[in-house]
């Protein structure tokens, strides 16, 4: 056999290897999840939407890029976005063969890596977040001295932007930073010597390069002005998402990246000080990628928590960090490495194995639809049986009846064969703008019915009542409630003037969820940032609620607040009101339907004012 | 034999800040009850999203910078050696 093919032949043996698994997994298949939650929801609805003909960004908010979206039309684009695993996983092996010298480590680091995500993570978010690692892992192998292999590195992110939006912009900001951190610590990084320039100036040109088919695909969509105010709304989404306090205080996942992170981090200031080399190797400017990688990704966590998905830099820093002390025989060190890093990966394992044996199981089931399918009509239909409630619900409303579905069940637009709103879920429409979009989209389509999931009354501590009061106002303004099925609430056109009570005499519990608003620290907020906008007012009971605000003063952390009208009771809870607090009144779902406040029921600690607003837009 | 002390030193100094950077973001959780309510500013500075902006000022504020402390505290303690460091070849 020819040497060279001998060479080449295990990677290619791991390169197929790999891409089968790829090729049997959920990710090359129109399926729909298991589970029903919002994401797998989203994901099934924008697969109904791209065999629609749907525009993505134009049409509605999508983040995934291109490729992921356009896969499911086109089987030749399913096989192109299964390559990226198998390529992620070959350059791993590649990198570990020059760090290692050989080539069985090498392999066997890409397989052992493979196996870690089949394990603790999943091959759509690895395909997605690894996409980044493989581009610098292709910088640090190519020692990107050349101008035009930067070039080509250029072109790469942009493309990268194109198929995966966030991941090429993630591309580019690992691929710059580290680079300065290189030339920085090289001491290389001068304005007299002009190759980092050079190198520089022909990244950003292969980025504009790279970029040209996006920019067809805008002119050829009219998407360019959506895209940037899509680009703007993420910015402000951050802002009104949530997340745990400290993440890996609470995710078990997070433990796997975040030591392992903080150690290579001590390892590399450490070295940088204590061995001052002029030249940083392969591995050191890898560990520096790696790093600065992990930490953009972390910065997802401020939208949504990202520890499930991201936990595959863990061992791959644990491996970099241990090959570092290996090659200066520093084995102590090594071994110390790897034992905390089993103790913790195991323990997880232990804390996760229900969630090890889902994913192996959902893997298992999928064999026996072996071969990828792109989706059609037929087989969006086929997968909507296994919805639980599609039978109930196709019987209580015509097959195409327009709907609108609050707060997140963007699967029953396929279910209906309705046309998709620009946000699925009351957390994408969490931007005041946003829910406005909503609305006017409702308006122009003539959306017949809204259903309401009264089981779904909160997403990760938030209820969807205090994040879209705009929104829901507007719903049960405009739609009154006709029955139930199963969890669902049917709501149509309202012939009558809409009150509270037909939500009570129909859906009494979900009713009552609407009565208790945990608005947290929002009316703190609004006293320390917006005091100036608002005036005292004299008035007596009962009280005019439209616009009306409530500055409540306690020296207690929580309060809680009974806002009696003639029928009904609201209950309010707010936290840390020592200075003040402001309540919006009207945007609490009992008084979307204007009625006399009767009487407030507070503590006796509680001090109490009513007030006005100069400007009610700017505020909650 | 000297340097051999001088450079103990400050490896010694190298973990003690990091432990010291570590420590400060221990006390920071342990007492994030009072940092919370007791901010007096709004992280964001946004009026139109300050409503629901609580979450960020609750929770990702505190995320981003519990990260941050844990991030920088070994490149800032790197950096000190290294300026201590070149002031004493300076006296020298």
Do not use: V
């Given at each position: 056999m020819n040497k060279r093919l001998k060479l080449l032949l295990p990677f290619v043996l791991l390169f197929l290897g790999v891409w089968v698994v790829v090729l049997l997994s959920p990710i090359s298949h129109c399926t729909l999840w298991e589970g029903f939650g919002f994401d797998a929801q989203n994901i099934f609805a924008w697969k109904y939407g791209a065999v629609n003909g749907a525009v993505p960004i134009r049409d509605f908010f999508y983040p995934y890029g291109l490729l992921s979206y356009y896969k499911d039309t086109n089987l030749v684009l399913t096989y192109i976005q299964s390559l990226f695993v198998p390529i992620h996983i070959l350059l791993i092996s590649l990198l570990f063969t020059r760090l290692t010298g050989s080539r069985a480590k090498g392999i066997a680091s890409g397989v052992a890596l493979f196996f870690f995500v089949l394990l603790f993570s999943d091959l759509e978010s690895f395909q997605r977040y690894g996409s980044a690692l493989s581009v610098l892992i292709a910088f640090v192998l190519w020692k990107t001295k050349s101008p035009i292999k930067s070039f080509v590195l250029g072109v790469l992110s942009s493309l990268l932007f194109t198929t995966i939006t966030d991941q090429g912009v993630l591309a580019v900001l690992v691929l710059a930073v580290t680079s300065c951190i290189i030339y920085i610590l090289e001491k290389r990084l001068s304005w007299r010597k002009h190759l980092p320039i050079k190198i520089g100036a022909h990244y950003v040109i292969g980025v504009g390069v790279g970029l040209l088919p996006l920019f067809l695909w805008f002119i050829h969509t009219s998407s360019a002005t959506t895209f940037m105010k899509s680009m703007y709304y993420l910015s402000t989404l951050v802002t009104t998402g949530e997340s745990s306090f400290l993440p890996f205080a609470f995710h078990p996942e997070n433990l796997l990246v975040f030591l392992p992170l903080f150690g290579a981090i001590m390892l590399m200031s450490y070295a940088t000080v204590f061995h001052n080399q002029h030249r940083l190797s392969s591995l050191e400017q890898m560990l520096f990628g790696v790093i600065v990688l992990t930490v953009f990704l972390e910065q997802k966590s401020l939208i949504r928590s990202i520890s499930g998905s991201i936990v595959f830099l863990g061992p791959l820093l644990m491996m970099l960090s241990t090959q570092w002390f290996l090659d200066r025989k520093k084995y102590r060190e090594a071994s110390l490495v790897v034992g905390m890093f089993t103790i913790i990966a195991v323990s997880l394992l232990y804390m996760t194995f229900s969630r090890v044996v889902a994913r192996v199981e959902r893997f298992a089931q999928t064999l026996r639809h072996p071969n990828p399918r792109v989706c059609s009509m037929e087989v969006i239909q086929q997968a909507l049986q296994k919805f639980p409630s599609s039978k109930a619900l196709t019987s209580a409303l015509p097959k195409d009846t327009r709907i609108y579905s609050f707060?997140?069940?963007?699967?029953l637009y396929p279910l209906f064969s309705s046309p998709l709103p620009p946000y699925f879920t009351t957390y994408e429409a969490s931007p005041r703008f946003a829910q406005y979009e909503i609305i006017d989209w409702i308006k122009k389509r003539d959306i017949d019915t809204v259903i309401i999931n009264t089981a779904n009354i909160e997403m990760e501590g938030i209820q969807h009542a205090v994040r879209a009061p705009v929104l829901l106002e507007f719903l049960l303004k405009n739609y009154c409630p006709t029955r139930q099925v199963e969890r669902y609430l049917l709501l149509n056109r309202c012939t009558t003037e809409p009150d509270f009570a037909s939500f009570t005499n129909i859906a009494p519990v979900y009713a009552g969820s609407l009565l208790q608003a945990h608005l947290g620290e929002i009316p703190k907020k609004e006293w320390l940032m917006k005091k100036d906008k608002l005036a005292e007012i004299t008035m007596n009971y009962p009280a005019d609620t439209q616009d009306l605000f409530i500055f409540v003063q306690d020296s207690e952390p929580s309060t809680t607040l009974v806002l009696k009208t003639k029928n009904e009771a609201a209950v309010v809870t707010i936290e840390h009101c020592m200075e003040g607090c402001v309540i919006h009144v009207s945007n609490l779902p009992l008084f979307f339907f204007p009625q006399p406040l009767e009487l407030i029921d507070a503590p006796s600690t509680t001090t109490i004012r009513f007030m006005r607003a100069k400007d009610i837009t700017t505020m909650w | 034999m000297k340097h051999y002390q001088t450079k103990s030193d400050e490896i010694r100094l190298f973990f003690l800040l990091c432990a010291i950077g570590v420590a400060i973001l221990g006390v920071f959780f342990l007492h994030r009850g009072w940092f919370r309510s007791h901010l007096p500013f709004d992280p964001i500075g946004r009026d139109h999203i300050v409503g629901y902006g609580q979450y960020f000022s609750e929770s990702s504020l505190f995320d981003t910078l519990g990260l941050y402390v844990l991030v920088l505290t070994p490149p800032i303690s790197a950096t000190v050696i290294s300026l201590l460091r070149h002031q004493k070849d300076r006296q020298r």
């Open positions: 707060p997140a069940d963007p699967i | -």
